[in-house]
């Protein structure tokens, strides 16, 4: 099992940056994918983005597509989530996960990271 923790978050005004990290402990060499996800005060948690442990392929949901930026560092066992022109509707708590096969769904969540939006 793969233990996650998260660091980053904070408190910043629309059109800032921030970026968030992710980093893993315990067995890593067979994660498959990790992600990030977040959830909003009254939402439900949603997929932010994803990124193949091995290689790079990546994945976003739209709303963040072409503001944030989804890497990691394998060496460093850290993920990360560069987050550029944030919004209002960006505030939630961030959490990143990890996914051990194409077949399961991603688990193992860290306890999370806040992101306040303020105008």
């Known amino acids: 099992q793969v233990q996650l923790v998260e660091s980053g978050g904070g408190l910043v005004q629309a059109g800032d940056s921030l970026k968030l990290s992710c980093a893993a402990s315990?067995?890593?060499?067979?994660?498959?994918?990790m992600g990030w996800f977040r959830q909003a005060p009254g939402k439900e948690r949603e997929f932010v983005a994803g990124?193949?442990?091995?290689?790079?392929?990546?994945s976003y949901t739209d709303s963040v597509k072409g503001r944030f930026t989804i890497s990691k560092d394998n060496a460093k066992r850290t993920l990360y989530l560069q987050m550029n022109n944030l919004k209002l509707e960006d505030t939630a708590m961030y959490y990143c996960?990890?996914?051990?096969?194409?077949?399961?769904?991603?688990?193992?969540w860290g306890q999370g990271t806040h992101v306040t939006v303020s105008s």
């Open positions: 990124i193949m442990w091995i290689g790079t392929y990546t």
């Open positions: 996960a990890a996914r051990y096969s194409s077949n399961t769904p991603y688990g193992n």
């Open positions: 315990g067995r890593t060499d067979r994660l498959y994918a």
